[in-house]
């Protein structure tokens, strides 16, 4: 799981409707997915997250994709009607994809969910 700040979502959320739009349905998936990764380091720059410029590999390794990700995301994005679609529709595929969460702080950090329950550990 990898953790980044709300304002990034809006930031991507705003940023997918307009290239979308823009694209009037003449879009591959391929192409959406290289614009999501560009746009992910970019907003993750406004945003001011210092390590903006790692952010695809973090998400890769947080996720453990078997293949790059813009390739991943491809496939991800292929199931999806392109054209059609909001631009909170696409990322919610990529949180899935990515096991990303939105929290209120700042930076990024990369956890794990803790699989065993904390009641266990009684004796």
């Known amino acids: 799981m990898i953790e980044l700040p709300r304002e990034m979502r809006d930031l991507m959320i705003d940023a997918l409707d307009e290239f979308v739009d823009e ?3 003449e879009m591959a998936p391929a192409e959406l997915a290289e614009f999501i990764v560009e746009k992910l380091v970019s907003t993750a720059e406004e945003c001011g997250l210092e390590e903006a410029g790692d ?3 973090r998400l890769s390794e947080s996720a453990e994709l078997e293949t ?3 390739e991943a ?4 994005l ?5 054209d059609s679609v909001l631009g909170e529709a ?4 990529i949180e899935e ?4 969460e939105w929290s209120e702080g700042e930076g990024f950090q990369v956890g794990f969910e803790d699989e065993h ?4 550990d009684d004796y």
């Open 117 to 120: 329950d904390d009641d266990d």
């Open 68 to 70: 790059p990700l813009i």
């Open 23 to 25: 694209a009037d349905g």
């Open 97 to 100: 994809l990515c096991d990303v």
């Open 90 to 93: 696409i990322l919610a595929s």
């Open 78 to 82: 292929s199931d999806l009607e392109i």
């Open 73 to 76: 995301m491809t496939v991800t």
């Open 55 to 57: 952010l695809p590999l």
